[in-house]
């Protein structure tokens, strides 16, 4: 464990997290990730989050300090009233002052706010004169549909004022985000992804076995996964497809009438939300990701560790995960035609697909490993404690990400 007392202002390096939800989506298991990889180099993490939920049990088996402070967002689909907004918004600026007198009565000496969709934790560190740092996950509303209260042009505007640091969780963020965020506060950082083993076994059968996990919305896009086992069930390729996680209802309603249109109901199952989607993904033979904007992917990277091919769209953050025809395949995000085509292609050949998996695993273990993760984040630490740079004046260097040289060889899919 190394010396926190070489950290900072001479005073043991204690970062406060902001964290927008209590959910156990990606960005808190991305959250979670980096409070693992920090505490075992002797960082003290504390976290604030907006209410109880699955996230408090995770933090309490850490033995990570928190506390429930009831800010609200300031991001939001199209259909939400400018009253709850502005009530939204109001609430937020009141919930300010107890989250800054946590973060003093917490002796943080960093304020570090997990995603882009609240500003609470911003203004806090300004109040309490914190250095800021800002992660952002996601592109907004390319992904969730999502809209800033003020504009995304003042917002964004605000949150480089605000922060000293924005690491974004890819380079497909980190391009998204330069033209409002000054290029200097720019870090790309990609997050570790650890999973323990499953116990989920599931009954042979003779169907090649696809599994999509994630929100059941619009942006995650399940529509091509399920549209691409229609056009093979026509084709007598007998194909099933597991489509793991909760969602919108009328999304849901939508699949429900493809399926339904297309007479694949024993081929496509709705399995709901599951704790452990990394055991139907060890039991699947290709794991699809059809998200038109993914902000970096987490479910990608699961299904590499699990060395399974991953068939993703070639769109956001995913193409930077996936090296086409070396650790997976990409296809052009709506063209449900060609994803059915690669799901046949893996189908039909089974030392490729193993092959991909193989790769892929290989990469993933190397590219998102928890000892390059916590080394990571404590350089920009150090960096961010040492400084002093008040927000709006960060001198912080950009370093790009270097593309793993261990590949084996290119799987040449022409032939489709």
Known sequence: MLNNRCYGYGNPMRICFISHSAYMGGAERALLEAIRSLMK???????????????????????????????????YKKHVSWWKRLNDFLISLVMVIPAAKTIVRWESTIVYTNTITIFTGALAAMLTRRPHIWHIHEFGYQDHGLEFLFGKKLSLGLMDRLSV???????ALADAYRGTISPSKLKVIYQSVSMSSSSISIK???????VIVGKISEGKNQEDAVNAVAILSKKGILVNLSIIGDGFEDYIARLDEIIQKNNIQNEVKFAGYSNDAFGYMCNADVIL??????????????????????????GGATRELIQDGITGLLYTPGNYRELARKIEYLRRHSATAELLGKNAREWALNEFSEERYGADLIQLLITVSKSRIRPGKSQLKQTQMDKSDSVIKRVDVSEQ
């Open 41 to 75: 180099r002797g960082i003290t993490c504390l976290v604030i989050l907006p209410y109880e939920g699955p996230l408090c049990e995770e933090l309490a088996r850490l033995k990570v300090t928190y506390r429930v402070v009831k800010y609200r967002p300031w991001v």
């Open 165 to 171: 640091l924005c690491i974004a969780a890819s380079k």
């Open 289 to 314: 990701m059809c998200s038109r904007s993914e902000g970096f992917g987490r479910v990608t990277v699961e299904g590499m560790l699990a060395s399974k091919p991953v068939i993703g769209a070639r």
């Open 204 to 210: 042979p059968t003779s169907a090649f076995k696809c």
